[in-house]
């Protein structure tokens, strides 16, 4: 069974900082791994892929895959409180079939 | 407008009594996924379906049914419900990497 953590939170940050969420996983084939944001009573929508070690950027976001360590983060520049939201990573195998998502990371950040 | 729609949003029913949750994409998409979202369980992937006639189980299948006759569709069928099916359902379609969530039906069952 391959399982997906993260740290429930909250993570509470004040406006402008720089907010980080952590995630691993278990199975080491892992080839496919996202960030989703999802606000309450909402659906998931996604704001970051990642395929290959290193660093990922996305204006105000970065994720970051570490394979070895089987670790992917995702930091969020110049927070603003329109980021609070529960943050998911997910992970897929080859050929995105099955996506496993850890419970997800609330953050909230403070005006 | 691209987007997933799923019917109907809220559902309060009986044990036992079959019910289905329908999907519908219009973007062509050929992967859908059905998941459902718990607190403290988080997304769970029901089922999924790489293309017209071709579904699989995901982590959680037990009581659910799925069908995939048009690109567009993939319904969620629940034979006989119980209550722990009570949950946060989600339908989801891609294309490439990115999964487009539908709205999301909230059900329970008594």
């Known amino acids: 069974q391959k399982e997906v953590e993260q740290n429930s939170g909250p993570l509470s940050v004040p406006e402008g900082a720089i907010a980080s969420l952590n995630c691993t996983y278990s199975?080491?084939?892992?080839?496919?791994f996202f960030w989703y944001r999802q606000y309450s009573g909402k659906s998931p929508e996604l704001i970051m892929s990642?395929?290959?070690?290193g660093d990922k950027e996305d204006g105000r976001f970065t994720a970051q895959l570490n394979k070895a360590s089987q670790y992917v983060s995702l930091l969020i520049r110049d927070s603003q409180p329109s980021d609070s939201a529960t943050y998911l990573c997910?992970?897929?195998?080859?050929?995105?079939?099955?996506?496993?998502f850890g419970k997800g990371t609330m953050l909230l950040v403070s005006p | 407008e691209a987007q997933v729609t799923q019917n109907p949003r809220y559902l309060i029913t009986v044990t036992g009594k079959k019910l289905t949750v329908t999907c519908s994409q219009n973007?062509?998409?050929?992967?859908m996924s059905w998941y459902r979202q718990d607190p403290g369980l988080g997304l769970r992937q029901i089922y999924y379906?790489?293309?017209?006639?071709?579904?699989d189980k995901g982590d959680v299948p037990e009581g659910y049914k799925v069908s995939r006759k048009e690109k567009r569709n993939f319904p969620l069928i629940l034979e006989s419900p119980s209550p722990n099916q009570t949950s946060l359902y989600f339908c989801?379609?891609?294309?490439?990497?990115?999964?487009?969530f539908g709205p999301g039906t909230r059900l329970t069952v008594l």
């Open positions: 989801a379609s891609s294309l490439g990497d990115t999964q487009y």
């Open positions: 199975d080491r084939v892992s080839q496919s």
């Open positions: 990642i395929y290959s070690n």
């Open positions: 997910a992970v897929s195998g080859s050929g995105y079939s099955t996506l496993t």
């Open positions: 973007m062509n998409h050929e992967y």
């Open positions: 379906s790489m293309n017209v006639e071709v579904t």
